[in-house]
């Protein structure tokens, strides 16, 4: 669990700064790292920020020990109501008007030789609300 608030925090603040260099591989793994940080750089080019926090909800639904890698899958209602994508130049929220704000993110967490978690997938289901 830790590793999932650490990887929503990290991209958050990440987001809100506009900073596509952030260091997130402390948090973040293949095949989820390289996404995450393609998200960042075209929010860059394109001049967008994000203002704010969203409220995260994550519950741990399974976690298998059986084998190694160890995995965990993490269930999340996210809400990005008090957290929204604006123009840098602006400071508008370039939100599309019905986009939903409350929806289903899951995650696969892995235990890493290291000893840490980090998240590799990372699917946000913005058509199931939550």
């Known amino acids: 669990m830790a590793a999932y608030r650490n990887y929503v925090r990290a991209y958050v603040t990440a987001s809100n700064k506009g900073d596509y260099n952030a260091k ?22 394109q001049g967008l920020i994000t203002e704010g926090e969203p409220s995260s909800t ?3 639904r399974s976690v298998d020990t059986s084998r190694r890698p160890f995995t965990a899958e993490i269930e999340d209602c996210f809400d990005t109501g008090t957290w ?23 995650a696969k967490a892995e235990l890493f ?3 840490q978690w980090r998240i590799r997938e990372v699917n946000a289901q913005r058509e199931r609300p939550c």
Not at 25 to 42: C, E, G, K, S
Not at 85 to 105: C, D, F, L, N
């Open 113 to 115: 030789d290291d000893g």
């Open 24 to 45: 997130l591989d402390r948090f973040v793994a293949d095949p989820a790292l390289p996404t995450v940080r393609q998200d960042l750089l075209i929010k860059f080019q």
């Open 84 to 106: 929204d994508v604006v123009s840098k130049k602006t400071g508008r929220s370039v939100r599309t008007e019905g986009q939903a704000t409350r929806y289903v993110v899951t």
């Open 58 to 60: 994550p519950a741990v």
